[in-house]
């Protein structure tokens, strides 16, 4: 009977480990697949696919990458939504009888990638944990790249459900683990994998045991109790944070040294952005394409480092309720354009930093080289001259950034004296540590580069003792180094010397000391090698007894860089520093839209002002024809609002904000078949998730409501959202609103403090001019057909619509089928063919109860007839 051999039933042994990864499984220098892994590698990596004798009576199947190349292949699997498990050969094949031993050394998922070359520099990779009981959910967030870890929970709130889904779209994870009650909710497990996209692991109950999750985070960030943490009386929190560390101890299979600071976050520390708003207000990325352009992250950032593009990003999806915090950050971008040379010299000394985040995470995974303890010192060679320029700020923000600010001197003294300035990249090519440093290195190089001198210096000095004149050491491959006596010299050799070969005229000696010189020359590569890999762990060892000061001083700059950004854009876009209070106002004079403005070329945006408050103008009701500029108007109102929250100046002449708790918006028409819903089922849904979130600090955007169905009923919608959103004993938040229905306008006499504002326009012979300004009162007609001219419907169309809207508006009856005859080429009239019967069928045609295939087949029959 057939059976596996050796290597492979060890193969499949490992595997069983790991059955939801493909296994690279290290065979010399190439990392090799087999089975369904290897058909699996071949497909999505468009590899060739081989066979391997297995034992069995068919080959097993086969494809291999080599070894220093598969870090490219891993990344392509892992954007495909696959697990890699990488095996490695833990003994030396040359000193081993038999099967090499092999051990699974990491497991790499789209949560769990810590290598730079992996990742987006401004982009976090963020692995989320959720728990989930009756009365709540426990969250817990790392990047496993930087080392930052929070935690919070969804708790005691009106719709907790949709909360978590608002955090999950926060962070936007890569990767998420839940455990088994979670993955019992269906229509949240929907929610998140088909929303979200991310790859999802569902982890046994043993996972977030409490006690052992206690133990595991006292632990990881070495404390004695959850009170150390702040997490004494967080339950949920402390088995979503105990889970996560577990399952990264288990897939990283290393001591993750740079994790060392949970921070711990409430939810309502923030402004909360539900999914919807995210994508109608384009923050981090625009909603046609899903690209970074057209959004507000691509209009403010101008970091100089990757810390600082992720710490942008990070403050636009999390914008402030604090208004002294807020405050502060506006101050500080003050002083930074008080003084242009602080600008300059501040964007210069910023671009010359590393990746310190990155690099310490390199660092304590072990998977560093000499070149990353390089830009470690480089980067904090910066820090002092950094210092210098922001002592010139005035501001307290600032002055407590500059003080945290932390050189790390030591750690620069070490990387200098120790590190060689033109290490390799290979931490196994050798030449990574300083001459001076460490005598034996010092030692070894010397023989490396001088040991021809020392063969050379022996010879003259076995000339001299023996008086062979003739006496030669020489080299070849076989018997290595050896000194050649001819024969009529053989009378003087020393007693001492050993033969090692007898030639015709010759004979070939070797001594104690030629031997040892030898064995120095010939082993003194493999030695140095080894012995500056060892020396350079203990550097990587002692570096790491830093990591907590490198992550404050990588944090700080990152802070110091999106501020630097702040003033950057903020002087070039002509922003200016808002007025923040806990009132309830927003008062914006001359706004504009900051993303719409940076995407016009020549055109000048149009500004526009608003006002808004919980007293006599607590909403605004908007009326005007598509494209004229109510879209742009309301959300700019909102990205306003956000950007001065997040402590930026705004695109406007004056600003006086209220901090609001929340900004909702529902706009545009959009369906979502993935989840099985019509474009009406979304708005309504958006629009009652408003309603049962608002409050009377939330800022309302609303766009079209009740388009979506009947014209009554739709109307009839819209004006009991609106009642529901004045009502002060319900509600009373602030809103825009635009919309079509002019019915709406009667509002501003029944509702107090409803006003009504439409946009601008000018009409001429020519046709209708849209102003895009924003004035008190009200449309009196929609132009929607002069919208349609614009849009670039056939004349034909347009001059039949007039009619028809003509007829319309005085009640006249329509003759059924007209249309004004045209001179088009090529165009056919359908209502005015001859053929009075084909007129007879269609009027009859019962088209309610055909299926779409049977009217298209019915149209084909009638085009051939035709």
Not at 198 to 212: A, G, H, M, Q, V
Not at 342 to 371: A, H, T, V
Not at 430 to 447: A, C, P, Q, S
Not at 635 to 662: H, K
Request: charged fraction near 25%.
């Amino acid at each position: 009977m057939a059976q596996l051999t050796p290597m492979m039933k060890q193969y499949l042994d490992i595997h069983n480990k790991v059955k939801d990864a493909i296994l690279f499984f290290r065979l010399g220098d190439f990392y090799e697949m087999f089975f369904d892994d290897a058909l699996t590698a071949s497909r999505e990596l468009e590899i060739t696919l081989t066979g391997r004798d297995c034992g069995l009576d068919e080959k097993a199947p086969m494809c291999g990458v080599p070894y220093h190349a598969a870090e490219n292949y891993i990344a392509r699997l892992i954007e495909k939504g696959y697990k890699v498990a990488i095996c490695e050969q833990v003994e030396d094949p040359k000193q081993t009888k038999g099967i090499v031993k092999r051990e699974i050394a990491r497991i790499i998922s789209p949560g769990t990638i810590s290598d730079g070359k992996m990742l987006k520099n401004k982009n976090n990779n963020y692995l989320m944990s959720i728990y989930y009981n009756m009365t709540g959910f426990g969250l817990a967030i790392v990047d496993v790249s930087t080392g930052e870890f929070y935690t919070s929970q969804v708790v005691a709130c009106k719709d907790p459900k949709e909360k978590l889904l608002d955090e999950i779209a926060k962070y936007n994870p890569s990767e998420i683990i839940i455990n088994t009650v979670l993955f019992k909710e269906k229509w949240l497990i929907d929610n998140i994998e088909k929303r979200f996209h991310c790859y999802s692991n569902i982890l046994p109950n043993k996972y977030f045991n409490l006690e052992r999750c206690q133990e595991i985070l006292e632990d990881q960030f070495k404390v004695y109790s959850m009170t150390s943490l702040g997490l004494q009386d967080d339950e949920l929190s402390i088995k979503a944070s105990g889970a996560l560390i577990t399952y990264l101890n288990e897939t990283q299979m290393r001591v993750l040294t740079h994790i060392d600071k949970i921070k711990k976050y409430l939810v309502d520390d923030y402004m909360a952005i539900d999914i919807s708003t995210r994508r109608n207000l384009e923050l981090t990325e625009n909603m046609r394409t899903s690209e970074r352009k057209g959004s507000l992250l691509d209009v403010l950032d101008h970091t100089q480092t990757s810390m600082g593009g992720r710490k942008m990003k990070s403050w636009i999806n999390q914008p402030l309720v604090d208004v002294d915090q807020i405050n502060g950050r506006l101050g500080a971008i003050e002083a930074i354009l008080e003084n242009m040379s602080i600008q300059i010299s501040l964007g210069e000394n910023l671009k010359k930093i590393y990746d310190l985040e990155r690099l310490i995470s390199k660092i304590s995974f072990g998977n560093c080289n000499g070149r990353d303890f390089l830009s470690l010192k480089y980067s904090l060679d910066i820090i002092p001259k950094v210092k210098g320029i922001l002592l010139k700020c005035n501001s307290d923000y600032i002055e407590k950034l500059n003080n945290d600010l932390d050189p790390i001197s030591e750690v620069v003294q070490l990387i200098e004296k120790s590190i060689h300035p033109e290490t390799p990249v290979s931490v196994k090519d050798g030449n990574l540590i300083r001459d001076g440093y460490n005598d034996e290195v010092d030692y070894y190089r010397n023989i490396t580069v001088s040991g021809k001198d020392l063969i050379i210096n022996l010879e003259i000095q076995e000339r001299e003792k023996t008086g062979i004149k003739s006496l030669k050491i020489k080299y070849n491959k076989i018997f290595g180094y050896y000194i050649d006596v001819t024969k009529s010299n053989l009378h003087s050799v020393p007693n001492h010397y050993i033969r090692k070969q007898t030639l015709a005229n010759s004979e070939r000696y070797y001594t104690d000391e030629l031997k040892d010189i030898e064995s120095k020359i010939l082993n003194a590569e493999d030695k140095i090698i080894n012995l500056e890999y060892e020396i350079f762990q203990s550097i990587r060892k002692e570096v790491l007894n830093y990591v907590q000061r490198i992550k404050q001083t990588a944090e700080n700059i990152s802070v110091i860089d999106v501020l630097y950004s702040f003033a950057i854009v903020s002087y070039k876009n002509n922003y200016i520093k808002p007025i923040i209070n806990s009132g309830d106002e927003i008062i914006i004079s001359e706004g504009r839209h900051p993303v719409v403005e940076n995407m016009l070329s020549e055109q000048e945006f149009v500004p526009n002002s608003c006002e808004l408050n919980c007293v006599d103008a607590t909403m605004l009701v908007i009326t005007g024809p598509n494209m004229a500029g109510k879209s742009t108007f309301i959300r700019q109102v909102a990205i306003i609002t956000l950007m001065a929250q997040i402590g930026c100046y705004v695109p406007a002449q004056e600003a006086i904000l209220g901090v609001v708790d929340r900004i909702f918006t529902r706009v545009g028409a959009s369906d979502d078949l993935a989840l099985g819903h019509s474009t009406f089922m979304v708005e309504m849904s958006e629009v009652s998730n408003i309603l049962k979130n608002a409050t009377s600090k939330s800022l309302i955007i609303l766009d079209e409501i009740g388009r979506g169905t009947s014209t009554f009923d739709g109307l009839s919608i819209a004006w009991s959202v609106v009642e529901y959103l004045h009502n002060k004993e319900i509600l009373g938040a602030k809103a825009l609103f635009a919309t079509h229905y002019h019915e709406l306008t009667q509002l501003e006499n029944i509702l107090s403090g409803v006003k009504n504002y439409c946009i601008k326009v000018q009409e001429s012979e020519e046709g209708v001019i849209f102003l895009r300004k924003i004035i008190p009162g009200s449309a009196d007609q929609s132009y929607g057909i002069e919208v349609a001219k614009l849009a670039g419907l056939p004349d034909q169309v347009v001059k039949r619509a007039r009619e028809i809207l003509s007829k319309l508006e005085n009640n006249e009856e329509i003759v059924e089928g007209y249309l004004p005859k045209t001179n088009l080429e090529n165009e056919i009239n359908l209502f005015n063919y001859s053929d009075k019967l084909i007129i007879e069928e269609l009027k009859k045609l019962p088209i309610d109860d055909m299926t779409p295939m049977e009217v298209m087949n019915y149209i084909y029959e009638l085009k051939k007839r035709l």
